[in-house]
């Protein structure tokens, strides 16, 4: 049964999630995750689909935004062994009844070109154009989370 989990960097998860991430985002452009500056992480919340073993991943990281709170959704992943299981939209539907219910009103991400329709069919827009990150196209995406009402909660 798959498990939706929140966890800290001290966690025994946050090994298999580093290495989930590092396999599928960084690995297949010959880049490491190894190599790269890790101290924000401390600052952000992360989430895993748990199932065994970690098979998706997410982190959310709270920006100091002065006029709506708003949360950076980044390093989004999914096993490759799982794709196309729907894994993906409901970490993210997830990700956001949490955000919401921490006071995130909107969320911003730099999401791959290759990623950007699954981001809209979630009710993400594209703002501005592209651009390159870790060597390949990145476009900047945001979403209103709408406000629950306490009979929606």
């Not at 590092?22 to 600052?43: K, M, Q, T």
């Not at 290759?114 to 651009?131: I, M, N, P, R």
Request: with cysteine; proline share 5%; aromatic share 8%.
């Amino acid at each position: 049964m798959m498990e939706f989990v929140e966890f800290q960097v001290d966690s025994p998860l946050y090994r298999q999630y580093f290495e989930l991430r590092n396999d599928v985002l960084r690995r297949p452009l010959g880049l490491s995750l190894f190599d790269e500056d890790l101290s924000d992480e401390e600052l952000s919340w992360h989430f895993a689909l748990f199932e065994q073993r970690v098979v998706a991943c997410v982190m959310l990281t709270p920006l100091d935004e002065m006029d709506v709170p708003t949360a950076k959704l980044r390093q989004m992943c999914v096993c490759p062994k799982m794709s196309r299981q729907g894994l993906g939209k409901q970490l993210v539907e997830r990700v956001e009844v949490i955000a919401r219910a921490r006071g995130v009103r909107k969320v911003t991400m730099s999401a791959r070109v290759s990623a950007e329709s699954f981001y809209h069919k979630l009710g993400y827009e594209t703002v501005g154009s592209s651009f390159l990150s870790v060597g390949i196209p990145h476009v900047t995406m945001q979403k209103l989370l709408q406000v629950m009402s306490p009979e929606q909660s």
